[in-house]
């Protein structure tokens, strides 16, 4: 039975022998670059009718676009991540959680930023000191209620 | 000895009797809010003298001024934070850094985006289907090098 | 500095003194039993004036109200519980959690129970093979979107 | 030898392949969808003629019935889960788990909630300013007994 | 306010100034050695009468008594346990445990033996060969049941 | 290299295919229940000659026998078990093991219960209550001596 | 209440002011080096005549003869110790434990070295290319046994 | 390519067909039965004409001798181990680790015993109220320096 | 699919069977023995000119240079390592990681030594009381930043 | 009694009030600078003669000079460092531990770099496209032995 993990695995095929970029299978959905990345590694659903643009743009197998629409078990199995990349965003939450929730707090109550209600871009904005990546974040402000 | 956690906790009194907010302390200090918070909170040092404007504005004694100024100890304890509205950060960084890494690589090549040479903003942006927080990060993109 | 665990403490020592019930203090907030016993164990905030109205009606200092408005960080440190009362519950979430999702799923499309937009009721019902627990919880439905 | 992951991966085969709900593999087994869906996700064991119904309803061979009767090894390899949609869940008994405790021991006395003589239900009631999701779980309260 | 912990405390001194042993304690509370030594260590609540008899034939203050009837929170922090003689019962449990789950469900069918409605003996049994300590568990079988 | 898992698997297989119960193996073996289970489980090693009559009363092939025979490595992969069959019995040592520490020690002096000189009996005993599962653990007492 | 690591510290304590060794310890107690150290850091229970010549010899008052006679509860916190003459022995367990297991089951059969009848000797062997330590253990072999 | 891993099964498959021993294996090597055993188990590498010696006396192909000197990567799975041989030797680290930290460090100043210039014996010594195991460790002391 | 996985066996297999080193290895990309050593173990990404001097050195096929040529995630299984070699380096941090903090930041300010603008040499260095290893790393100094 | 940790935070109120550095610490202890501030921090020992002279030259009392001279436990109680300095170092280990491993023993053979018989230096080096800190580390090579 074919797997989230299996079309993984051919669109990274795909990309390595073609390459292909996410930009690029982002404009195939019509849809942001960060949901749709998201999406072919596994840990969203593609609407239907995104999904079969998608494997119809790579040439993958009717099945993959099944696969790519069915609602994803999001797993992650390092509790502390270990690459330097995904480590650094980590250490962030890590460092300035709590000034995260002080501040989302002092601006909105006491609740929380969703990250179901959520989106986020990821630019890379060039810099004569050094270019910089710049991290875009947007989620639902949800209150606690008493009842 | 005074310790970070101590001036910690006399700004929490400091803002329970006076309703002071980080906004007014981060005027005080005339930074921005999150990086005024995170050296309030004991996880970034303020210049020494910042530290002597926000000691003198909230009324601390002279030696929190020292303290604020301490390089810290950055101690997270909890691995995996259970307050939700951390861990919403937390679970977005296991969601999505899988997805943040390939699109920063992708953009910038072999590399990171530094937590250290980093700033962030928090903005709550009203919305009428329900306002939404707003959070950016800008880290320098450190690529990685043969030798 | 007083805190949660302070008044938490208060709390469970008038109640040791004079016999009084969660129900009763539900009572005095006007607000679920739920939601006040866990605002009374420093889990949630009451407002304002409901805190006010639990202080004097227990008879705790007026610090003490400040303390139970103010919003918590939610603390819980053993992430396998150990209480039989309190592990039963973990298991239930360990043994049926994934059958839950696929329901969650099968009726509201990809998307989750919100554990923030969210009330519960605990009653005990009488039956004559032995009384039965029943608790109800009910989250607003959260759904993933395309962005 | 046929496991219960390998029944669980046949019904989820047939769940693609002809778009059956979990709703009606319940409808014929006759029993409730929660029961029916953990007892086909390997959590829980149907009754031998219940089993049978589902196998020969979904057309799978005859040991899977056998199989699905088996005595289930309860195992959940993720002491914290990570999925949304099920941490949600073990957040909720997080946060509101001693809670739990002081109300269903303020009702019954020193004793739990039974999760083996136990049973749930899950509905989405919809609701205008977006709909709901309401778990009813009940369980047979069992008292701890001096000897 | 006073703990189970600072019960436990004083009942300790007891014994070291009096020699008292934990049969003496059990038959001034008229209930069983596990059950009262388990309840004098914070893990069961004795009913108020027993709590007194106890408090009284010791000489504990009258408000040890209230807390040796309030009802436990059961926390045991070493997942582990190190003390070798409580690892060689965790080590039972490790290395017979399936065995005991077989037998217990080809004896009674899908269920398991209750730890709540539980009483346990132990006893030192002479013989020549070296003297052998008996542990006698017995708890109501519990089937799991469909619904 | 046939393993002890290969073993086990294949008894089962036959339990499944004939419907047969660890009683009559361990009678095909004239030892205890207990003990035989815990050797096809893989967790003990069976006497050379008991183990032929358990590979010849199941029809398997001779090298089980030797293998039946093999000292096992005995490894519980969870630290925690989470199927509430054996939960329940880690509960118990968990709630209860300083009290059987306090009582095996007041019995019979600083010392320790065997778990390797040890045997195990589990019989269901009818109650009209409820029927009850009962557990004797024999193991010999093991005095720490000075030197 | 005098507990075992208040009489380690005032051993540690008198070890610092007078430069008495463990080796002299040993020697007012009459009994081998590594038990006695072990006793005094609380890893043991001396007899009790033992325990006054050691409380007498280095002048602690007498409530700590009583409390070096009772029978510890062994803990460490570390279950992968950090300091480097310990994680030494640890990693010899890691490295050689199924060396070990081999060995002592093929001239002993199934079964294994006591750890309770159980005793150790530390020696510092000089040697011209540099001195050595040599430990040696000596445990009663304990068999499994069928029953 | 063939793992240390493949060749120590291809020895246990030796030793079971041919009844071989540990003993009988390091007579072929010419060297100890720790050393020897814990090298055919894949945890320390062998001199090339030591293992062609063993490669040749098992009937082993020619690569074995080949994979039986590389340098092994010691890999330690279980930071407590299960088995209770092994678990023994663990809880011996834990509850004299300190002991015998105090005692290196009295008879050698500040330092440890080292764990790779190292070398190790295991007897069973025949005595008649139960035959013993003896391991006897023999390792450099290397002293901390100051710079 | 080939993965970085199986093109670090391709090499290990080449130098197992030509007696090829790391030093030969480094010499065909012209780079640092520890840079190449480190991305043939698919911890680093070559450039993909040097991917091609190194797979046709070796006699690798073409689809090797481009796996060697591609962004690696970084991952480490064992959080603790047990690798004696390997263990010895990760001590150092866990004993030295604070000294190491203060004096970077007493040389250069509240920052960081970079792992990623970050290179390493090896050496053994010949001495007559036994040869010793230099590590000498240099990684770029990133100082915090206010903002 | 007077602990290391006791040592410590005197040297870093000396350190606070009189801007002392840890060069001139080591400047007054007449060794270097790596090494000494270990010692201060706890983790190693210094001679008796140079625990005087900084307890002197920082006007600690005398005991102090006894508690620098003692020998340390070395505890580091996060497996996984937070704070970001640290945590590099520590990726360093996990990223480039088994090259390290690979060169170590490709020169010397199989065996290790000794983290006692050890030594390191700390330098920041000015560069014009940013400073750069070396580390230098020499530990002595220590072969594994066949015995």
Redesign the interface.
């Known amino acids: 039975?074919m797997t989230k993990a299996d079309v993984t695995?051919m669109i990274?095929?795909k990309k390595?022998a073609g390459g292909t970029?996410?930009?690029e299978i982002a404009n195939m959905a019509g849809?942001?670059?960060?949901?749709v990345?998201?999406a072919c590694?596994g840990?969203?659903?593609?609407?239907r009718d995104?999904a079969e643009k998608v494997a119809t743009g790579l040439g993958l197998p009717q099945e993959a676009a099944?696969v790519l629409a069915?609602?994803p078990?999001?797993?992650?199995d390092?509790?502390?991540?270990?690459?330097?990349?995904?480590?650094?965003?980590?250490?962030?939450?890590?460092?300035?959680?709590?000034?995260?929730?002080?501040?989302?707090?002092?601006?909105?109550?006491?609740?929380?930023?969703?990250?179901?209600?959520?989106?986020?871009q990821?630019?890379?904005?060039p810099?004569e000191?050094?270019?910089?990546?710049?991290?875009?974040?947007?989620?639902?402000?949800?209150?606690?209620?008493?009842?």
Chains 1, 2, 3, 4, 5, 6, 7, 8, 9, 10 share one sequence.
């Open positions: 039975m695995e990274m095929e390595r970029t996410w930009a849809l942001g670059e960060v949901f990345t998201s590694l840990m969203n659903s593609l609407p995104v099944v069915e609602y078990k999001k797993m992650f390092q509790a502390v991540p270990t690459d330097p990349c995904i480590y650094r965003l980590y250490e962030i939450v890590g460092v300035y959680g709590e000034t995260m929730k002080e501040l989302i707090q002092e601006k909105g109550g006491d609740g929380i930023m969703s990250a179901i209600d959520f989106d986020m990821i630019e890379k904005i810099n000191k050094g270019d910089r990546i710049e991290v875009t974040m947007s989620g639902k402000f949800l209150p606690y209620r008493s009842w």
